[in-house]
């Protein structure tokens, strides 16, 4: 089969390029025929390996970038959404009308798709929604974590505007969504009134060495925390279990990777986290490392004693598998889209969100049951040997692909 793989930004390292292209590569592994369209491409700041394996179709000139014109407010987006179609229809121009289906993975990729669908062949077209994206979804999970942020009536009615003229035209025409979590093909049914498939996603396990982790104790606990600074991912519930777990005693150190710097809403998220920290005395017990190399996290993998995983309203979360192959027993958030996979005390310990207490009481319990500690670390293992793979997640895509050519 030729399969067509869009992703807008191949330019960088993050959740949706991994998946994007390592789906690209199982697919090609698989005997399919695979090209990769892309508007913003950089071998070496992304993944420089797997792309040498690839074809990657990229527009040259497509990078549009905002730069918002002070004074134009609102219009700034009709500036922006006119300059990102056109390059939108100049690459989907470029896509070969004897691809059998195309996929795209974020959402100006959804847009490239659309363009090649109405103006350049009939294809069949699948999108990888790992989150809504629409405006009103986007202010509204941003308003979960800061009230304060809560749009104001014009802003909601343009949001609602926007959303209105985007999903019809660039949502509705395709022939399936596939999401990666339950609550997400539930917000799927209400915004777009389409049934969403599950294919979950994946990690390649031979790239993340099992080292049996035992706690030493009365010694230093190590939790390791890891992603872009999202405030989703809600690193203020762990510090403050941390301070917590001071107060009783318990000696922790608490490392946090992920990217802060070059983004104006990641660097104040992270300075909150670090002006509580302060606050709650615990500053010295608390380390970010920023962003940290492919490498690096796999050794934190192996050198911490637990991962957490604190994210609240996320679709998914690759690095709690990656945690779990590597042997650190994890916590999970039960409204992260990997805990819908995981079973309780058995290979995760899953917590309620946003509650500090619930995180400060499983870090305990993993600190004083033993064999509750010895069994996460091995059952996490054979858990994603047995049920996360790039292949299980392309020979999932593959069944959709074919569905959708089918009943065309």
Request: with cysteine; charged share 25%; glycine share 6%.
């Amino acid at each position: 089969m030729k399969i067509g793989i869009i992703h807008s930004k191949l330019n960088g390292k993050g959740g949706s390029q991994r998946q994007a292209l390592c789906l690209a590569y199982e697919l090609q592994k698989m005997g399919n025929e695979v090209k990769v369209y892309t508007l913003a491409y950089n071998k070496e700041r992304c993944f420089t390996k797997i792309l040498e394996t690839l074809h990657i179709v990229v527009l040259a000139g497509g990078v549009v970038k905002r730069k918002p014109i002070k004074g134009l407010g609102a219009l700034n987006y009709f500036w922006y959404a006119a300059r990102e179609s056109k390059a939108a229809h100049a690459l989907a121009k470029m896509i070969d009308k004897d691809t059998a289906v195309l996929n795209a993975h974020d959402r100006l990729g959804f847009k490239i798709a659309a363009y090649a669908k109405k103006y350049v062949h009939p294809f069949s077209t699948v999108l990888m929604m790992n989150d809504i994206l629409t405006k009103t979804w986007i202010a509204w999970r941003r308003s979960q974590f800061r009230k304060e942020r809560a749009p104001s009536m014009p802003q909601r009615l343009f949001n609602r505007l926007v959303d209105f003229y985007e999903v019809r035209k660039f949502i509705l025409p395709h022939d399936k969504i596939v999401v990666l979590d339950k609550r997400t093909r539930d917000w799927v049914r209400h915004y777009f009134g389409k049934e969403a498939v599950i294919v979950r996603s994946g990690i390649d396990t031979q790239e993340f060495s099992y080292v049996p982790h035992v706690l030493v104790k009365d010694g230093e606990v190590r939790i390791l925390m890891a992603g872009i600074f999202f405030i989703h991912r809600r690193y203020e519930d762990v510090i403050r279990a941390v301070a917590m777990l001071g107060g009783k005693g318990y000696n922790i150190m608490l490392t946090i990777a992920g990217a802060y710097t070059g983004n104006t809403e990641y660097s104040e998220y992270q300075r909150n986290i670090a002006d509580l920290a302060h606050e709650l005395g615990v500053d010295m017990r608390v380390v970010f490392l920023g962003q940290i190399s492919d490498e690096k996290l796999k050794q934190s993998y192996q050198e911490n004693d637990i991962y957490i995983s604190a994210n609240h309203l996320q679709s998914w979360g690759l690095a709690v598998f990656e945690a779990m192959a590597s042997g650190c027993p994890v916590v999970v958030s039960k409204t992260a889209g990997a805990s819908e996979v995981l079973t309780d005390e058995e290979n995760a310990l899953l917590v309620e969100a946003q509650n500090p207490e619930a995180y400060a009481e499983a870090i305990e319990r993993l600190i004083t049951d033993s064999a509750l500690y010895a069994a996460l670390s091995v059952n996490g293992r054979k858990f994603v040997e047995h049920s996360i793979s790039w292949r299980k997640y392309a020979e999932g895509m593959m069944r959709v692909f074919t569905d959708v050519i089918r009943l065309r």
